[in-house]
């Protein structure tokens, strides 16, 4: 059995962040990448990654509507190395780009 349960006591750790710790230490213990997709179907209807990237996809909009923070900004806090990756990737998550989401979006 994995322990997890001393990862929800970092509370520094936003709920993405907190999610991919977990699936590291998921897999590291040995087990599956399949017996993850598995329990994240029976409980998301989804796969891990897809929760992922949901969840990734959440924070980043919530960065730009509450945070006022630049597209390269968000893309290095929620970890990605190359903004235009970001971009890329946050298009395909909600079908419109970052710039456009925040110009709609921003308080």
């Not at 322990?3 to 929800?8: M, N, P, R, T, V």
């Not at 909009?61 to 893309?75: D, G, I, N, P, T």
């Not at 929620?78 to 970001?86: A, I």
């Amino acid at each position: 059995m994995i322990d997890i349960k001393h990862l929800d006591d970092t509370p520094e750790l936003d709920q993405p962040r907190r999610i991919r710790k977990y699936v590291l230490v998921w897999c590291s213990s040995g087990s599956t990448e399949a017996k993850l997709n598995e329990l994240s179907k029976l409980h998301t209807g989804r796969t891990a990654r897809d929760v992922m990237h949901g969840l990734t996809a959440s924070e980043a909009k919530r960065l730009f509507r509450y945070e006022r923070l630049s597209v390269k900004e968000v893309a290095y806090e929620l970890g990605f190395n190359d903004p235009f990756y970001f971009s890329n990737f946050f298009k395909k998550q909600t079908r419109q780009s970052p710039k456009a989401y925040k110009e709609k979006h921003s308080i």
